[in-house]
């Protein structure tokens, strides 16, 4: 089951970072347009700020599955029936917003894993089906602690605070950055896209803790280009574009030119 999560198998390669997609509009078509990307190991199937209620979820994961991919549900908050309802619909990970202590983490942990190292139910009769090999009930009960993905959004100041004492949670995989909500929660929001430096030495602070507590680091950037930058640095997991923004910036730039007019560089720093 572990060599059907296409996101932890290429993280286990470690012959550069995994790259991945941003799902805000609902819909499978969809799903499957953007799992199907070559290069795209995973797509983040939003539903903290996009437009994915639970029965879109239920729709997306299977969509992206089959479409060769992991799909990533990032749920809306850290209650346990969310990370429940995530995993039930076959998510290969959970990605939680808005993380501050390290208790909160085991938490997350807790309701993530089957019993004995957790407290998750079982009895979802959809989340084998989105693995290939398939496999059993039994098989999906034994291995889904070692094979599913818990990753954590590092976005505020407490997270920050406690950081060094949220990597060393057993169970969670992955740090990953939300440089927006980091900025704005420690007093340096990006503005017009500019990235103050107090900002990016959180970022790279974040980054150099991961490694150093043997965890992997994610983080969102805006364009190809950021995301090359992110690659270079050394991140193990990393957001290239998300499908909303992405329809409006080549639509655009295709009615300018269309008409004549210069297009625009999609993303800069921010």
């Not at 997609?21 to 078509?29: I, S």
């Not at 903290?48 to 239920?58: F, K, V």
């Not at 990970?93 to 808005?98: A, E, F, K, R, S």
């Not at 290239?240 to 300018?256: G, K, P």
Request: glycine share 10%.
């Amino acid at each position: 089951m572990e060599q059907g999560n296409f996101l932890r198998v290429a993280l286990q390669r470690a012959d550069g970072p995994s790259m991945g997609l941003w799902q805000m509009v609902p819909g499978a078509n969809v799903s499957r347009a953007l799992a199907r990307v070559p290069g795209v190991d995973w797509v983040v199937i939003d539903c903290e700020h996009g437009n994915l209620d639970d029965s879109a979820m239920h729709e997306a994961v299977p969509a992206v599955a089959a479409a060769g991919a992991s799909p990533i549900v990032r749920i809306p908050g850290m209650e346990s029936w969310m990370i429940k309802r995530a995993l039930d619909s076959g998510a290969h990970g959970i990605l939680v917003p808005l993380l501050r202590t390290a208790q909160e983490a085991r938490e997350i942990v807790k309701a993530a894993k089957f019993p004995p190292q957790g407290t998750r139910g079982f009895g979802s009769p959809y989340a084998m089906e989105r693995f290939s090999p398939m496999p059993t009930m039994t098989e999906y009960l034994q291995q889904a602690n070692s094979s599913l993905l818990t990753i954590v959004q590092i976005e505020t100041q407490e997270a920050l605070n406690n950081l060094e004492e949220i990597a060393a949670v057993d169970g969670v995989d992955i740090l990953f950055v939300g440089p927006f909500d980091l900025g704005n929660n420690i007093g340096h929001p990006i503005i017009q896209g500019i990235v103050k430096p107090e900002l990016r030495e959180a970022v790279a602070r974040v980054l150099e803790v991961c490694h150093r507590f043997g965890k992997k680091c994610g983080i969102y950037s805006t364009s190809g280009k950021q995301a090359r930058e992110y690659s270079k640095a050394g991140f193990d997991m990393i957001h290239v574009a998300t499908d909303f923004t992405s329809l409006q910036f080549i639509m655009t730039q295709e009615v300018n030119i269309a008409k004549g007019r210069e297009g625009t560089e999609k993303g800069g720093s921010y």
